[in-house]
């Protein structure tokens, strides 16, 4: 990339590991990740508004396109915003469910034991839903976002990892189709909803489902 006067470029802080700490380092992100599990039953236990702060901050650190940061965070508390969105997530799931639903896509859920209820919408002690913003600028049209679900996209899997890292479970969430968290939320038009996330403590004796990751041969190939 050419660097001209006008870039204002920066020392890069970075302490190099030796291979004995890259080993060590990796080992112990991967023993903590591989915790991580989708939860969908959260106790009440409050979380500290500076503690979902710092997770949000964690998030919106990631990269994206042309640095356009393309992503808006709500952070949901109020117990009565919390109903009106329970109320609406399940209105759309229930349709879903249903009559929406493929019945592959019912047989893919099974395992999950999920259903159109969703009384942890109401029970985590805070709901984060993520905003796609297309534009930069809402008045003008013509200048969007670059890269904008790949931007988000990584936004949420460092909110995820801040999410485990800081002790909190959470629920990747898509009610479908999910504008009625535009129109709760009062959020402009060049925003769109991506994803619904309740984040808590779980429930006193919470189970998941037994699930396995497939294995790196299956996923990925050194070439
Ligand atoms: C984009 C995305 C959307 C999801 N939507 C839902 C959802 O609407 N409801 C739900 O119960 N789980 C949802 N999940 C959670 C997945 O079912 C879960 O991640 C998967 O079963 C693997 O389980 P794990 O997260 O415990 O590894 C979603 C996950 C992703 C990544």
Redesign the pocket.
Known sequence: MAKTDSNDFLPLEWDIPTDAELKRNIENFRARMFTR??V?AFSDREVDPAVLRKIVEVAASAPSGANKQPWFFAIVTDPGLKREIRTAAEAEEKEFYTRRAPHTWLEDLEP?G?SWEKPYLETAPALIVVFKRILENPDQAKRKNYYVTESVGIACGFLFAAIHMAGLVA?????SPMNFLSRILQRPAHEKPFLLVPVGHPAPGTQ?PR?TKKSFDDIAQFF
């Open positions: 599990r989708s969908r999950l999920t629920l990747p969430h898509t009610p998941v699930l």
